[in-house]
């Protein structure tokens, strides 16, 4: 049996904290490939055009074998959900043990998410630590452990592990942030990310 990640995300664009985590998933774990699954629509927010973050997706993960980018996510053109994804991907990848990236914000608010009981149990949680708003010690553990609890009062049971990783604390929404400001986002993503970034004028006005 294969054993593979998703990472799912809106990916707006993609940043060096995403590309540090898919690579310590492979590492730490005995996944063998991370698929990187960018939203269409993601739930509640509204993000650049699926094109260009794609385009960036692809650009950033070309030059490692064991990442793969889906657009599977596109297909169904609607909201994206987690849930329809792992179904989806599941046809196509048969015989697999699934796991799912997820950075611990994300993770925090799975008992939330659309059929998130019957995801929870489908797949192997890797979470990456990350400071949460307020927080000035990462408290990562007590977190996925509370999360662990709250899903186990409604009879769920999820398997979880923490990924060993130096806390990184960029995120897309700095970067947006940066380029409205006309702020450098260089060594934030990737040089090729930035120049896509640039020759499309992405993100320099605010919406
Ligand atoms: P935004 O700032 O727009 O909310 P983001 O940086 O959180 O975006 P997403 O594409 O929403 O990026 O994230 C995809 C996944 O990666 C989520 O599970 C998120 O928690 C995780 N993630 C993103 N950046 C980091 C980081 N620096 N450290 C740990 N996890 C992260």
């Not at 990187?36 to 993601?42: A, G, I, M, V």
């Amino acid at each position: 049996m294969q054993q593979l990640a998703i990472f799912g995300g809106t990916f707006d664009p993609i940043h060096w904290g995403h590309l540090l985590i898919a690579e310590t998933a492979l590492h730490q774990t005995a996944i063998e490939k991370v698929i990187w699954t960018p939203s269409f629509q993601p739930p509640h927010k509204t993000a650049a055009l699926f094109e260009h973050r794609l385009a960036m997706l692809q650009i950033a993960t070309k030059d490692n074998s064991a990442f793969t980018v889906s657009q599977i996510e596109a297909k169904s053109r609607g909201n994206s959900y987690a849930i329809n994804t792992l179904i989806d991907l599941s046809a196509c990848y048969p015989n697999t043990r699934w796991y799912w990236i997820v950075g611990l914000d994300t993770f925090q608010t799975l008992p939330r998410w659309y059929r998130g009981q019957e995801l929870a149990q489908m797949c192997n949680w890797l979470i990456a630590p990350r400071f949460l708003s307020g927080e000035t010690i990462p408290q990562s553990e007590l977190i996925c452990k509370q999360v662990k609890q709250q899903l186990q009062k409604q009879s769920v049971t999820i398997h979880w592990q923490l990924l060993h990783t130096p806390l990184v604390g960029i995120s897309s929404s700095l970067i947006r942030q940066f380029c409205r400001e006309g702020q450098s986002i260089r060594y934030l993503v990737p040089e090729e990310v930035r120049s896509y970034m640039t020759f499309h004028g992405l993100y320099t006005r605010s919406i």
